[in-house]
């Protein structure tokens, strides 16, 4: 037996590599989300070093359906000022009238972050991140054992690249499908203002919630389809197809 996995122009690589490129690409992936632009907003928050409390006072679209609010301020001189957040949101995270902490660079006021939005980004950038290079490290560890089988019982290489590919598939499926199964749940955790912007759009919720059924129920047949005629282990006499 041959495990191939086909690409779009007519090519094939091998189960066996297929896996170490899948395995490499989700350690990569979540790398860059769990460490590499966490640190990156972290680098550009430590430009700006003084606090303020700013008040919402409307919102802007561009275009893009979002909401951006404006926000106001006083600056140490006491002058009081107005900007622009580059950060929207469907719908608004925030109300007009909402008090929030800002930070912003001394000598560009305009270059701000508001505190909350930047937390909630980094919590979701690390859930999202430690996910994928948690699922990227497992099947790397199960490939790499690979290597132990091809030396030590060669007739059970390809069984146990089955096997690699068989449940990378089944948990890749899993981390889409499980969070929108229970995305009602889930959505208890959320920040409150989140909460309360979102009172008028729980058809999505439930539009993620039948998606994750559905892909539930799907993953199960196509596993037992799949497990139904998996390959067999050999044994050391067993001759090699």
């Known amino acids: 037996m041959n495990l191939k996995v086909q690409v779009g122009w007519g090519a094939s690589i091998s189960g066996e590599l297929a896996n170490w490129i899948a395995s490499v690409i989700f350690i990569l992936i979540g790398g860059l989300f769990c460490l590499g632009i966490p640190r990156l907003i972290e680098m550009e928050m430590a430009k700006k070093t003084v606090h303020a409390k700013a008040t919402v006072v409307s919102f802007y679209q561009n275009g893009d359906g979002l909401y951006y609010p404006n926000i ?96 990378g598939g089944i948990l890749g499926a899993l981390l889409f499908s499980l969070p929108s199964t229970f995305i009602f749940y889930l ?22 919630t039948i998606v994750g059924i559905g892909v539930d129920i799907g993953t199960y047949f196509l596993a037992k389809h799949f497990y139904k005629n998996r390959p067999r282990w050999k044994n050391d006499n067993e001759k090699i197809q």
């Open 72 to 167: 106001q301020f006083s600056l140490p001189s006491g002058r009081i000022t107005q900007f622009s957040s580059d950060t929207g949101s469907k719908p608004p995270v925030f109300r007009q009238g909402d008090v929030v902490e800002v930070v912003y660079e001394p000598e560009n006021p305009g270059e701000f972050a508001i505190l909350g939005e930047n937390k909630l980004l980094l919590t979701i950038f690390s859930i999202i991140g430690y996910t994928l290079l948690f699922f990227g490290g497992f099947i790397f560890v199960l490939t790499v054992y690979g290597v132990y089988i091809k030396v030590k019982m060669p007739q059970n290489k390809e069984v146990w690249t089955w096997w690699v590919g068989f449940i």
């Open 187 to 208: 959505f208890r955790f959320f920040p409150e203002q989140i909460r309360n912007g979102s009172a008028d759009n729980q058809f999505i919720l439930w539009i993620f």
